[in-house]
Nanobody, 115 residues
Framework: QVQFVESGGDLVQPGESLTLSCEAF????????MAWYRQAPGKQRELVARIGVIATYTDYADSVKGRFIISRDNIKNTMYLQMNSLKPEDTAVYYC????????WGQGTQVSVSS
């Protein structure tokens, strides 16, 4: 069955960087448009970044544009989210999934930005 496993979250200070990873099992990341989502406490899950089947296509939420970079390693079947200049409002649980999400949500990885 399809499984997404997110990792790389941590507690960091504002302005620092983190890189999240998303490994996929029983699913080929390169065959589908993929995305990173996040859910902050008390808020709905939101789309953060997406990457097309052709990896040169990327798109970002306005709130992270210019700070986050989504990428994919087809050999490792792994997707990444490089997050720079982190802000307290980036604090959330981050998930990966197909851009049109499957029901197979992973556990997510917690990113906390605080001084």
């Amino acid at each position: 069955q399809v499984q997404f496993v997110e990792s790389g979250g941590d507690l960091v200070q504002p302005g620092e960087s983190l890189t999240l990873s998303c490994e996929a099992f029983a699913f080929l990341l390169s065959s589908w448009p993929m995305a990173w989502y996040r859910q902050a406490p008390g808020k709905q899950r939101e789309l953060v970044a997406r990457i097309g089947v052709i990896a040169t296509y990327t798109d970002y939420a306005d709130s992270v544009k210019g700070r986050f970079i989504i990428s994919r390693d087809n050999i490792k079947n792994t997707m990444y989210l490089q997050m720079n200049s982190l802000k307290p409002e980036d604090t959330a649980v981050y998930y990966c999934n197909r851009h049109t999400p499957l029901n197979s949500w992973g556990q997510g990885t917690q990113v906390s930005v605080s001084s």
